[in-house]
């Protein structure tokens, strides 16, 4: 039983001392009972000297280390309240007994704490624990990094081993590449260059999985983690690139530095020392370009497409310095409808060719490969290497073996137009319209630029997707036009159609139109009344028909309405039928803004797929 002390004394203590009192009347009956009131005394009175005095003198009593590890080392009660106190050293958050435990250690000698937590990792039977306690031991003690780093780097490969073959991501292998190499790397210890190789890939390897594939949100800036490690590693192996990864991250810097050691060093391309930095620190590199562009592109709010898009003559000096300035890309223009244009892709491509620069680079470039697994990072990088390349032939073989989706459909229905394969391109289009997705998007303005080559990142939406899909169409049925002997009616009815997408894009191209029907004298398009709705298209039939306009003679009757038994052909002489067809235009703009364009023209190329391919050039 507790020493009862009377009421009366207890009103003449101060709060402080009441509770002071208090936990020295537990000490010696329940521990756990006196650290609450100590833990209470010191939350109300943290800046009380008795406080702080009883603490340490507390701890001084119950872990008198040295001669209770002496003459008890097997007892329980011991180990139970070391591993209590070790426990609540490793934790980044504490509560107040935590944060009690952990003030009091404090207190007690460094030496009796070295030994404390050599001690205690040392009885540890989890090897888990072991290796942590080891940590802790590094880190509160640096300069026993030397001794015990090795030894703790040694444990947690065989740890892994045996525990978690073949799984990249695990507790052992967070600890080396976390933990234990920042570490080693800050330390002076000497390490094995092959030991330091190995180890640079293992956390190579888990940041790459980790990154790929996160458990949790732990590992807080894994990539600048990552850098740390390619540094602190570069630097025990000697690399000269090492202090790259000491830069805040800029990957048009980034990708300067590499290629400038590249040039530097361009006679010792083949040996070890040089190319297995530029190998190593190349990698790193790329995959988080690679990472950031993907992170970019694909994103919870929109995604986006790769696909060839569409260049056009540069004729006036001022369009030839701007083409200059865009082109910066080996010829290839990059663009998108978003705030990022893609360059990423182009920083890609450089550093790939980069460490495929000669015969001895690419081959250990596929061992590294190999070893650090890199084809689900490649898989995708490498269609899109092909498709900026313009390796249109090999881009379909690589799509054929993807899995079937509306972005390679309209990434085969691409390479299909710019291979001249017509027919196989409106089979692609054709799938890619039938799965449009359900967000609206708007029209783009990028689809041509003035430039050689032009890769465009389309937005996954049904305009953008419908728009691109019917300037492939427009593009491929518009060479028609040059053909001799001139263009049929059929074709020149589909191109009015797809041109509304993105009125007045092509504007231009209904004056070359118009000059044709006005050449011909009349225009028969049986599908008008049921797709063309443009104000404007409308007008301009419209006036070509009017005599000032040169009277053309119009069949545009779909069977249907006050035109279901009258061809429009005459040269406006009768006046009746003047006004059916002034009345049947009127009624085709009024469906414009109404008729949802996006669906007509979905419509349009699904149900009219005979007739588009007949205006098609098959080869």
Known sequence: MLEKTSNADNNQLSKEDYLIMRAKDALPIDIYTAKSWLITARSLFPHSAKVQNLIIDIFGKIYNVTNRFQNFPDDRDIWKEIEMVTACLRLEQCDAEAEFLCQMFQHIPQELQHRLLIMTADHSEDTMEHCKLLLLLLRKFPQTIATHGPRLVETLLTAEKHSHPGRTVN????????????????????????????????????????????????????????????ELIGKKLGWELSNLFS?????????ERLHQYAIAHSGNLCEELTVRQLLMCSTAVLLRILNEHNTLINNDEIMYCLVEAFGECIHTPTEKLKKRKREDNGGIVLTSD?????????????????????DYLQREIGKLNQQLRLDSWLNSFLTDLTMYKGLHHEVLTRLSQEAVSLSVHLRLASTCFFLKDYKGMLEYIVLAVTALPSTCGKVSHNLTVPCGRHLHYLTLARFPVIQYCCRLLFLAIKENFSLPGGVGDLAIGHALVLMQID?????????IITERIINRGTFSYPLFQAYIICVDILEELTYLWTEHGGGISLDIA????????????????????????????????????????DELLQKFIINEKAAILHSLIIQ
């Open 503 to 511: 009125w007045p894009q092509e504007a231009s191209t209904l004056s």
């Open 247 to 255: 830069m805040a991250w800029n990957r048009e810097a980034y990708c």
């Open 171 to 230: 507790g052992y292998r967070k600890l080396l590449a976390c933990d234990a190499l920042p570490l080693l790397g800050t330390a002076q210890v000497e390490l094995n260059p092959r030991l330091s190789l190995r180890l640079l890939c293992k956390a190579v390897e888990f940041y790459l999985a980790y990154v790929q594939q996160p458990q949790d949100n732990q590992i807080q800036n894994p990539w600048d983690r990552l850098f740390q490690v390619v």
């Open 558 to 597: 779909t069977g249907s309405g006050v035109l279901q038994n009258r061809r429009i052909t005459t040269r406006g002489a009768d006046k009746g039928v003047r006004e059916e067809v002034k009345q049947a235009m009127r009624r085709q703009a009024a469906r414009d803004g109404i008729d949802p364009l």
């Open 338 to 358: 978003g705030d990022y244009s893609g360059n990423g892709l182009a920083l890609a491509v450089k550093l790939w060719d980069l460490l495929h620069s000669n």
